[in-house]
């Protein structure tokens, strides 16, 4: 048999007829669910199950996570003065 024909090492089956080299890890860290905390899922990430994914929506969109501004002053008698110079 030849060397192109030969099977690659990566492609030959082990004990569990899986491919040697077959394992992938995950790309991302492992990381707790934001909402209840328990371990997240690949299918709902990073939240652990698709009701918590729909838990964290609604907070947004109900206005509970809000990024906090701060408001400007109402413009006073020396403001209106630098205006009125322009």
Not at 51 to 59: A, E, G, I, M, T
């Amino acid at each position: 048999m030849s060397d192109k024909n030969k099977p690659d090492a990566l492609d030959e089956p082990n004990e569990s007829n899986e491919p040697k080299g077959a394992t992938v890890k995950g790309l991302r860290r492992s990381r707790s669910c934001p909402i209840c905390g328990k371990a997240s899922s690949k299918e709902s990430y990073p939240f652990c199950s698709e009701r918590c994914k729909q838990v964290d929506l609604s907070r947004w969109l109900s206005g509970s996570y809000a990024i906090p501004a701060s408001e400007e002053d109402d413009p006073d008698e020396d403001d209106l003065n630098l205006l009125e110079k322009d």
